[in-house]
């Protein structure tokens, strides 16, 4: 089947290498960010969220940057591993609305 | 506990056939939505329900239409397909997070 990650742009990266990518939001009234990860041929999962109130958030291996000044969306991925292989979309909401960005494909170099 | 579940995985339909696409969760979960997803498009939001009773357009709802039939089912039926709705459909439920289906792969000849 056709590829979720045709004509995206594409992040390469080292494994083992830290990856960023990167997310430009439009609503400035969207108060809830969500990052998740598709692999082909399945749904996309969650990685990691951040309300407005917070400019940045960890989990395991991964971080979030919020920067509402200008509207933007940030996701780093540390020591980025071959399963991390897929594409990344950013995710906002507002008014129960969740909406998405175009999403980025990240291929891992072993 | 299934998550979000969608049937059927995949279906073939001929220009101006109908059907619905089904969307079932048991998270208890009061907003459920509709997206498609074309290579290089990301998700698209084509409804979205808030809550049991009440829906809403997004951002494609031309040639769709939806029904909450209660707060775990929530509907997407196509009237007449056409083959600009070729794609791969994706359910999903929240409250905060989404959590999506595995997704319809729909073609339309």
């Known amino acids: 089947g056709e590829s979720v990650g045709l004509h995206l742009p594409t992040l390469s990266v080292q494994e083992g290498d830290n990856s960023i990518i990167n997310c430009a939001y439009s609503n400035s009234a969207s108060d809830y960010f969500i990052w998740y990860k598709q692999e082909s041929g399945k749904g996309p999962q969650f990685i990691i969220d951040?309300?407005?109130?917070?400019d940045k958030r960890q989990g395991q291996r991964v971080t979030v940057l919020l920067n509402k000044t200008v509207k933007h969306l940030s996701l780093q991925i540390a020591a980025t591993q071959p399963g991390d292989s897929a594409v990344y979309f950013c995710a906002e909401t507002s008014d129960n609305r969740l909406a998405f960005g175009k999403g980025n494909q990240v291929v891992v170099i072993p | 506990n299934a998550g979000v579940t969608q049937t059927p995985k995949f279906q073939v339909l001929k220009t101006g056939q109908s059907m619905t696409l089904q969307c079932a969760q048991d998270m208890n979960h009061n907003s459920m939505y509709w997206y498609r997803q074309d290579p290089g498009m990301g998700l698209r939001l084509i409804y979205y329900?808030?809550?049991?009773?009440?829906?809403d357009k997004g951002e494609v709802p031309n040639g769709y239409n939806v029904s909450r039939l209660n707060k775990r089912e929530f509907s997407l039926r196509l009237e007449s397909a056409a083959p600009s709705q070729t794609s791969v459909y994706f359910c999903a439920s929240s409250l905060g997070r989404a959590f999506f289906g595995q997704g319809t792969r729909l073609t339309v000849v």
């Open positions: 329900s808030a809550s049991e009773g009440t829906t």
């Open positions: 951040i309300r407005s109130n917070m």
